[in-house]
């Protein structure tokens, strides 16, 4: 049975790194502070108050329109989205309808297939919520406690088409977006809660499900994932999927079906009479774009002589490609492949942000593979107990230091000669089986040295020079 | 230099919910005057009810704009007046503490929404008093109490701190017993406010003159029609003659969109009203909300209770006209009806300098006598079309029908709230 083509449209809330809110100037900052401390009348609704847009975001929420390149509207309108909810304290939310500041734009991704666009729909501005903190569970949760602080955060809505084929193209997308966005530096991408998904997926002719609450870029692959699963195996069990809202249970990796009152809400729109129509055109000419990851990337391929997986992988986000560019100053290509190839599958180990490894660290440790001090296996012993410093929160030591303290300089040359030497009288069995013609032995003569200076060699330099001392003294 | 003024009024006509008994008052162009201020118009530090049950107990943590300034121009502020519950209604009945009576006739209403602000000025409590006007709320009580009363051209005044009924509808506004004093307050309060985007940068500076040589009056076939008191529009006739013989011109006109405008105000205001009231819930302020209950539950209990009988229904209404399709039959076509009353007047003051006729159909009625919603919504018949078009629109005492007040409307371009102050003035003075 042929499995069914999977259609997925993603919903992305991406809350805008301003310094104020979206409507007052309370400060965004809000993230471990006392509840309800970050607020005014304005975030608060109190009676009276009124919205006074923040110019600040709407730049921002421009620079992304600009480089997702989206059709800006001249004149775009807020509106109201009206529904009760406790922790929506002027039970509605400002946000943008029928008139929203871009639309029809498109975004590059390497897909299943190959490199594919992904149509944008639209981008608008909106307001936060506050946010419920439920004490007990759902079901029988004793109260509900709600923190205004997050109610008036800048909101940045991407909705795209459903053109993603597979949840591995959702997850790629995302990365994209999210990198795009750090470059714009109008994200913070590591801010907890700073980005939310709501996914829709089918299976073509089947029903749409609509998948919400993810809130990590991990989650989207799992959620939809899981989808995708489920619904194949309805289909294979002769059932229907229904049209239907879920939620996405982080901690368990599945999708539930939505048993809260979200459903058919009638948000009785209209445009927001205390704010004016949105007029962007000038803004929109003034509005310069930094070198976005695309650009980057190629940059890369042509300044350092990056390959190309390299460079994708190290453009990846804005923080890794400034990193690569410190450290890549004395042997682009070195520093290439040990951040690319080794760094980063440390720190992803650890669930580091690239933060973890100060730059001048590495530096050094680049220094001391680059004049052939240390092994590459002790290059990887070094790193991973820097990291294992900063995990601990102690302060890493210098490479030299490391090397110093475990004693892992390289064996020198006259080191070397002298201990194959010795390992040539003491295995006299093994060189008579290399000199018959098998191979293994001299690998296994390899390993003897390797023993004997406790690895403080290259294996594969080894090899050559072990060969050769074998085929002289033929 | 803070001086302090003791305020004990004889209140029986109950125009206050709260008064300050001991206020302190600066330097500047109104000091040691006397204001009363609207209760829906936030006062830091002194209770703000909306004449309404859910809001029993709310003292905002912040003035108004307008407060700032009249606290910045030495006035004392001596109290909060009485009110319809959030701005609606036509006569102070619908307070939720009871109505306000009229000064010149106890048996009578005051009018409304802003009849404690018009009744206080009127009985000589207080030397003026600002009001809120969405649909006349300023010009029916100064019409039906005897005063001055203008709701200013839209954006003028900040709105900043009024807690909203129908923001795309009101201005608050200056009411006082004289079109001097009216002219002075208005000029504290209007003027530029970033924190409302709607406010426009057009300050009020103006000395009122009674030159009005020259001045052409459109008279609307409409404002003299059916539901009209004949006895009313005779005395509004003779008024506008004496505007006659101090040189103004009469020009007769006619406003087509009027058989619309009272339908697209009510469509418009309420389904505002819907929206800027669904955040009274009990949760963050006013009377507190039944915790023990789901939220769902405990909200619609306390606003059930909370608010009044007019309230819900304007909020019901509201809701319906914005809802899933019935958007495009009503609210939209509100808007479109409303945009007719502006090209109304947009072409009728290509003629005329000033639009003049009664601000009511009716003298005050009496308590209790209008008790049909419907019939009540009529009376607003007359002053709705300046706030759908945010046109500026003043009430001055004209004359009297079975010993009330009658008050003369005056219309005016956008912008141009000097001229009708002027067109007032004049004809204020030559009364006297």
């Known amino acids: ?474 | 230099m803070t001086k302090t003024l003791t305020f004990d009024p004889k209140d029986t006509i109950h125009s206050f919910i709260t008064t300050i008994p001991e206020v302190s008052y600066g330097e500047g162009p109104l000091s040691g005057v006397t204001v009363a201020v609207k209760d829906n118009i936030s006062t830091k530090g002194i209770e703000t009810t909306c004449a309404s049950r859910i809001l029993q107990g709310y003292v905002p943590p912040y003035d108004a704009h307008v407060i700032t300034l009249l606290k910045e121009s030495g006035a004392a502020i001596v109290g909060k007046t009485n009110m319809d519950e959030f701005g609606m209604g036509t006569t102070t009945e619908n307070s939720a503490f009871g109505p306000t009576l009229n000064p010149l006739d106890l048996s009578r209403v005051a009018g409304g929404s802003s009849g404690g602000s018009a009744a206080a000025v009127a009985a000589g409590l207080v030397d003026c008093s600002i009001g809120s006007d969405t649909g006349g709320s300023i010009r029916c009580p100064a019409a039906f109490c005897g005063i001055a009363g203008l709701k200013p051209t839209y954006g003028r005044v900040s709105r900043y701190g009024l807690i909203a009924y129908a923001n795309s509808l009101e201005q608050i506004g200056p009411m006082a017993r004289d079109v001097s004093t009216l002219s002075r307050l208005y000029a504290v309060i209007a003027g530029h406010d970033p924190r409302d985007a709607t406010s426009i940068d057009k300050p009020y500076s103006h000395t009122p003159s009674s030159d009005i040589q020259g001045l052409k009056i459109g008279i609307p076939d409409e404002f003299f029609g059916e539901g009209v008191n004949p006895q009313v529009a005779d005395v509004v006739r003779e008024s506008i003659k004496t505007l006659e013989s101090l040189g103004a011109e009469v020009v007769s006109c006619t406003m087509p969109s009027m058989k619309y405008a009272l339908s697209a105000y009510y469509v418009t205001c309420t389904s505002e009203a819907s929206s800027n009231l669904a955040r009274f819930d009990g949760v963050r302020y006013g009377p507190a909300i039944e915790t023990l209950k789901s939220w769902h539950d405990a909200y619609s209990e306390q606003r059930k209770d909370g608010f009044g009988k007019e309230v819900r229904r304007r909020i019901i209404l509201g809701t319906f006209s914005l809802a899933a399709g019935y958007y495009g039959r009503y609210y939209q076509k509100a808007q479109t009806a409303r945009q007719m009353v502006r090209d109304d007047f947009e072409r009728i003051f290509r003629d005329v300098d000033v639009i003049a006729g009664p601000t009511m159909p009716d003298i005050a009625f009496r308590l209790g006598e209008k008790s049909d919603p419907l019939q009540m919504y009529l009376s607003d018949i007359l002053t709705v079309p300046a706030n759908l078009a945010g046109v500026p629109a003043l009430s001055v005492p004209c004359g009297t029908v079975d010993n009330m007040p009658v008050g003369l409307q005056l219309i005016g371009r956008y912008f141009e709230d000097e001229r009708i102050i002027d067109t007032a003035y004049a004809f204020e003075q030559e009364g006297s």
């Open chain 1, 1 to 474: 049975m042929e499995d069914r083509e999977t259609i997925i449209g993603l919903e992305i809330h991406c809350q805008l790194d301003t310094k104020s809110k979206m409507f007052c100037g309370c400060s965004t900052d809000f993230r471990d502070n006392e509840p309800n401390t970050h607020t005014c009348p304005v975030c608060l609704g109190l009676p009276g108050s009124m919205p006074m847009v923040n110019k600040r975001a709407i730049e921002f929420a421009l620079k992304v329109a600009k480089s997702l390149n989206c059709n800006i509207r001249e004149e775009s309108e807020f509106s109201r989205k009206n529904y009760f909810y406790p922790d929506l304290d002027k039970a509605y939310q400002i946000t943008q309808y029928d008139k929203p500041l871009a639309e029809w734009g498109k975004l590059l991704i390497d897909g299943d297939d190959g490199e594919k666009e992904i149509r944008i729909t639209r981008i608008h501005l909106e307001e936060d919520p506050g946010r419920s903190v439920h004490m007990g569970t759902t079901d029988r949760g004793k109260y509900t406690l709600v923190d205004y602080n997050r109610a008036g955060i800048p909101l940045i809505e991407i909705v795209t088409e459903p053109d993603l084929r597979s949840p591995k193209e959702a997850r790629k997308f995302l990365n994209k977006l999210r990198a795009t966005l750090e470059y714009l530096n109008v994200f913070d991408s590591e801010k907890e809660g700073s980005l939310r998904v709501d996914a829709n997926i089918s299976l073509k002719g089947s029903e749409r499900v609509e998948v919400k609450n993810i809130s990590s870029y991990k989650g989207v692959e799992k959620a939809l994932t899981f989808e995708v699963t489920r619904q194949r195996n309805l289909l294979r069990r002769g059932q229907t999927i229904a049209r239907e809202t879920r939620h996405f249970v982080e901690a368990r990796g599945v999708t539930t079906s939505s048993r809260s009152k979200e459903e058919e809400n009638d948000y009785r729109y209209f445009p927001e009479p205390d704010l004016l129509p949105l007029k962007v055109a000038s803004w929109v000419d003034a509005i310069e774009l930094p070198e976005l990851p695309d650009a980057r990337r190629e940059r890369f391929v042509t300044q350092y002589g990056v390959s190309a997986e390299h460079a994708k992988t190290l453009t990846g986000g804005l923080k890794l490609a400034e990193f690569y560019e410190q450290v890549a100053k004395e042997d682009p290509a070195l520093a290439a492949t040990w951040t690319a190839d080794y760094l980063l599958g440390e720190l992803n180990y650890r669930d580091f942000s690239i933060d973890a490894m100060p730059s001048i660290i590495f530096q050094e440790l680049l220094v001391l593979i680059k004049s052939d001090t240390i092994t590459d296996k002790s290059a990887v012993e070094i790193l991973r107990l820097i990291l294992d410093a900063v995990k601990e929160g102690k302060q890493p030591e210098r490479p030299q230091e490391i090397v110093t303290r475990l004693g892992l300089a390289k064996s020198s040359g006259d080191q070397v000669t002298q201990m194959i030497e010795e390992v040539i009288s003491e295995q006299p069995a093994a060189v008579a089986d290399y000199y018959a013609g098998k191979m293994q032995a001299l690998n296994f003569l390899v390993g003897q040295v390797m023993k004997k200076c406790r690895g403080r060699a290259d294996p594969g330099h080894l090899n050559i020079i072990l060969k050769e001392n074998l085929d002289k003294k033929v």
